[in-house]
């Protein structure tokens, strides 16, 4: 993207962040460093008040920017460099604030499962028809490249990542749009035709917390760069949003009744997944537990066991959400999504004797971070491809879209192994707390990449990668780590 | 619709947004201006700035793609620089409600309607009415009846759309975003009733 897009794109550039944090080990950098601190370790320190936080971050971004311009290792910088300083600045600030203001209100936290479960009951049935998307440019097997873009935006934690997911998606959209437009000789499209596919792409790709993502956006995504194109498109997702906490039957151009009856329907189809999921979770436990005693002996073996445990109930949890309005325990029309179909095959291989067997196939399945070797990476890599080619296929042969969890799974090994809470990824503890792994030159990587629509291979291999690794310099200075306070 | 098919070429703006916004206060001769397009839809309204954007610029400008958003810079006769950034909006009923998240902050408006259709008259004069209730104080607004290269099928006469646009102290103009009549008048009507900075 152009203008907006054009700082978008290069500013914090792997290059950049790298830069970033070169000159901040330099000696020269010390007092900024020192202000860094002790914002952050203030900060932290405070009761969470979305406005004022907001507020105290703009501002001393604001003024560090201003500083930045006229100490060294600054002074003397070219336009370029000084933005791209800026735009560290608020990646490693943003990273290490992310906990403490990231859906920090009871009322976020509630609207982000309140949208989840509308959109989670709307994408059940709605229609591309629904929201004026006329049929030339239906195309909802491409949508799904720019569903992916989205749900991409909780593998990060900095303000400018976030939205490139969100710019991202919006780029696949009127990519789609315009080639639809050439084939079937239309004008180029505008609004008309692009914010409806917007809506229908969020609803589809209903990424947990977006209400969340976006005001932590709006908040903390320093002002001066959310304008022009980025803000443009940021509005859009924005709007999509509203419209979607206010859909009811008139503006889907349904009889209220019946959309009523369509969410209804939708509801219960989930409750009855959640009813049933549950039970089959707590039976899955229960032989877990059984078996444990019994015949698997290799620590190995228990530890995937345990991975996949976790991986039941983590896919579980979703679903639960709508376990407060009351169950009936009405038999309802039962259509399988891919978690369904999961913990089923999960719940009868707990139960098979042949487990071993089951996994020999699978080298890595077993291995510690420890035990592999620069030589295994290839392999390895290898596998995951084959593996995500495969389950999205699958989902897309069950008509389903791909469910985050494979996603989240896919993180560095150490999470697989040592974390309890696989359906977290925004847990900073996790990355922080956790032996480090992953060591300084992936974070290299840990950027949305300017978008190209051939990436659609490249999507799947993308792994979240927590920039916090890179701060050796910083974090040695002195014992201020915001998770600590 | 009135709107060639070919891809449209925008400015290249070269502007890193930071720096557009610190110069912009340094050098009172460039002025940025957001723009709204307000409209049924079907009116024409990314058409008109599609003509606007590639009949001004440089054919070796890089494409972009899409037309829900676009910029171009316009040099007047003062040597005022207004670079527009033009937000289209989705012009069907349904989506009437979202209108105000985009044009808040908005310097000016453009109210398009197809000279063909009764009914979309109604709706610019809709859109004129939320304008004067919720836009920005100052929002320079202008009416626009699009598709006048379909005069033989008008329905909406140019006196009503007249009368209309000065009891509403309104810009008015016909064009045709098809044969590009009027298009750069729009513009650059718009640029100079833009509220110009008052120092200087």
């Known amino acids: 993207m152009e203008g907006g897009g054009d700082s978008f794109g290069s500013s914090t550039a792997p290059l950049a962040w790298h830069d970033f944090l070169e000159r901040m080990r330099q000696p020269s950098a010390a007092e900024f460093v020192k202000s ?19 507020a105290a971050v703009q501002e001393f971004l604001e003024n560090m920017e201003g500083a930045f311009r006229a100490h060294t290792p600054w002074a003397g910088s070219s336009e370029e460099e000084l933005e791209s300083a800026g735009e560290g600045l608020e990646k490693y600030v943003m990273t290490k604030l992310f906990n403490r203001v990231f859906a920090s209100v ?24 629904n ?50 437009s050439v084939v079937s000789n239309e004008n180029p499209p505008g609004a008309d035709e692009f914010l409806p596919v917007l809506i229908y792409v969020t609803i589809k790709a209903n990424p947990p917390q977006l209400h969340s993502n976006l005001l932590y956006i709006q908040r903390y995504r320093r002002q001066t760069r959310l304008v022009s194109e980025a803000q443009y498109f940021f509005t859009n997702i924005l709007s999509a949003e509203s419209f979607i906490w206010n859909i009811d039957g008139e503006s889907l151009s349904m009889n209220e009744l019946d959309f009523q009856r369509k969410m209804d329907s939708a509801r219960e189809r ?11 979770d707590n039976q899955a436990n229960l032989d877990a537990q059984d078996r444990k005693s019994e015949n698997l002996k290799a620590n190995r073996n228990s530890d995937a066991r345990l991975s996949m445990k976790d991986h039941v109930q983590g896919s579980g949890q979703d679903m639960r959400r709508d376990s407060d309005v009351t169950v009936d325990g009405k038999p309802v029309e039962r259509v399988q999504s891919i978690s369904d179909i999961e913990k089923k095959g999960a719940a009868e291989l707990l139960n098979d004797d042949e487990l071993n067997k089951k996994f020999q196939e699978y080298p890595f399945l077993f291995a510690r971070a420890g035990d592999l070797t620069i030589a295994d990476v290839e392999s390895l890599l290898n596998s995951y491809k084959q593996l995500v080619l495969r389950y999205v296929a699958l989902a897309q042969g069950m008509g389903v879209s791909p469910e985050t969890t494979l996603a989240q799974s896919s993180q560095p090994p150490s999470d697989l192994v040592g974390s309890e809470e696989p359906e977290n990824v925004n847990d900073n503890e996790k990355s922080e707390g956790i032996s480090k ?47 600590n306070a | 619709m009135g709107c060639s098919s070919s891809v449209p070429a925008r400015s290249t703006g070269g502007l890193n947004t930071i720096n557009s916004d610190a110069s912009s206060a340094t050098d009172s001769k460039e002025l940025r201006a957001k723009l709204v397009l307000l409209g049924d839809s079907g009116v024409g309204k990314s058409c008109i700035v599609l003509r606007f954007v590639r009949g001004q610029f440089d054919p070796t400008s890089k494409v972009t793609v899409g037309a829900s958003f ?33 044009y808040r902050g908005a310097a000016a408006a453009i109210v398009v309607y197809d000279i063909t259709s009764p009914e979309s008259f109604s709706k610019a004069q809709y859109w004129v009415k939320e304008l004067q209730k919720h836009g920005s104080p100052g929002i320079v607004m202008v009416l626009v009846g699009n598709k006048a290269d379909l005069h033989e099928n008008r329905s909406v006469s140019l006196q009503d759309a007249k009368e209309y646009a000065e009891k509403n102290n309104m810009f008015f103009i016909e064009t045709s975003a098809k044969t590009a009549d009027n298009i750069n008048q729009l513009f650059e009507e718009i640029a100079k009733r833009l509220p110009r900075p008052t120092e200087s």
Not at chain 1, 106 to 129: C, G, H, N, T, Y
Not at chain 1, 459 to 480: G, I, R, S, Y
Not at chain 2, 78 to 92: H, M, N, P, R
Request: glycine share 2%; proline share 6%.
């Open chain 1, 36 to 54: 860094i601190k002790s914002f952050i370790v203030t900060f932290s320190n405070r009761a969470p008040d979305p406005e004022k936080d907001s």
């Open chain 1, 106 to 129: 009871p009322e976020d936290v509630k609207s982000d499962e309140e949208l989840f479960e509308k959109m989670s009951l709307l994408q059940q049935f709605i229609r591309p028809e």
């Open chain 1, 131 to 180: 929201l004026d998307i006329k049929p030339e440019y239906q195309n909802e097997t491409s949508w799904l490249l720019a569903q992916k873009e989205l749900q991409k935006i909780n593998m990060y934690k900095a303000p400018r990542d976030k939205l490139a997911c969100v710019l991202n998606c919006c780029k696949v959209i009127n990519n789609l749009l315009l080639n639809a």
């Open chain 1, 270 to 280: 989930l409750l009855g997944l959640s009813a049933d999921s549950e039970n089959q």
């Open chain 1, 437 to 483: 792994t992953s060591d300084d030159v992936i974070s290299e990587n840990d950027r949305p990449e300017a978008l190209d629509i051939k990436t659609s291979e490249k999507m799947t291999q993308k792994t979240a990668v927590d920039p916090n690794d890179d701060l050796e310099a910083l974090k040695d200075e002195a014992p201020c780590q915001p998770e």
């Open chain 2, 70 to 102: 676009l910029s171009q810079t316009l040099a007047l006769e003062d040597s005022t620089i207004v670079k527009f950034e033009i937000w289209d909006t989705a012009g069907q009923e349904r989506y009437a409600a979202l209108a105000p998240l985009y």
